[in-house]
C-alpha cells in the first residue's frame, strides 16, 4: 500500500512540475501595425496594402524569456483584430473580405488571418479567424511584413486608417532545461 502510495504521489508530482516547466517555456509576443487605405473609386475590386516592415526584436524577446532562438519549438498566431483609427465616423462596413498574408526575407507568403463575410453593423473593431500554422520561421527572423488583400462592397471617400494587432504564442525550451 505504501509503495502504491509512493508511486501516486510521484506521478503528481512529476505531472504537476511539468505542468510548472511549461508555465515557464510559454510566453506571448504581441505586434503593431497600421495601414491605410486609399478612398475608392470602385467596389468588388481587388486591393492589396503592405504594411511597413515589422521589427521581431525576436533575439532580446527570447533572452528575456530565457530561451534562444534554436530553442524556439513552435510559434502559432493566437489572435489578431483589426481596429479603425480614423476616421472617427468610419466602419468595417466597406469592406466585403479581408485576408492577411506574412512574408519575410527568404520565406514563402503564407495566408494567417483573414473575415470573408464582413458584418455590416457599423463595427469599428473586428477579430479576425486565423490559421494554426507554424509560424516561427517568420517570428524568428528579424522582420517581417503583412500583406493585406481587401476587396470593398462600398464607395469610400476619406482615406481609412486600420491599426493591426497580432499575438503570437511561442513554446521554447528554456536554457539548461
Avoid at 113 to 129: H, R, Y
Wanted: hydrophobic share 40%; net charge negative; with cysteine.
Amino acid at each position: 500500500m505504501k509503495r502504491l502510495l509512493f508511486i501516486l504521489g510521484s506521478i503528481i508530482l512529476t505531472y504537476g512540475s511539468c505542468k510548472e516547466i511549461d508555465k515557464l517555456t510559454h510566453f506571448n509576443m504581441d505586434f503593431a501595425s497600421s495601414i491605410t487605405i486609399e478612398p475608392t473609386f470602385f467596389i468588388d475590386i481587388p486591393i492589396d496594402i503592405w504594411t511597413p516592415d515589422i521589427p521581431t526584436n525576436s533575439e532580446t524577446t527570447f533572452e528575456n524569456n530565457d530561451t534562444r532562438t534554436d530553442l524556439v519549438e513552435k510559434i502559432v498566431l493566437t489572435q489578431m483584430n483589426m481596429k479603425i483609427t480614423s476616421p472617427d465616423t468610419q466602419s468595417f462596413d466597406f469592406l466585403k473580405t479581408i485576408e492577411i498574408y506574412i512574408d519575410a526575407d527568404g520565406l514563402e507568403e503564407k495566408k494567417i488571418a483573414w473575415l470573408l463575410d464582413i458584418p455590416q453593423t457599423g463595427l469599428k473593431t473586428i477579430n479576425l479567424e486565423i490559421t494554426n500554422d507554424d509560424l516561427k520561421d517568420y517570428i524568428k527572423k528579424d522582420e517581417y511584413k503583412l500583406r493585406t488583400h481587401t476587396v470593398t462592397r462600398q464607395l469610400i471617400s476619406k482615406s481609412t486608417d486600420i491599426e493591426i494587432k497580432s499575438t503570437f504564442f511561442v513554446d521554447a525550451n528554456i536554457l539548461g532545461i
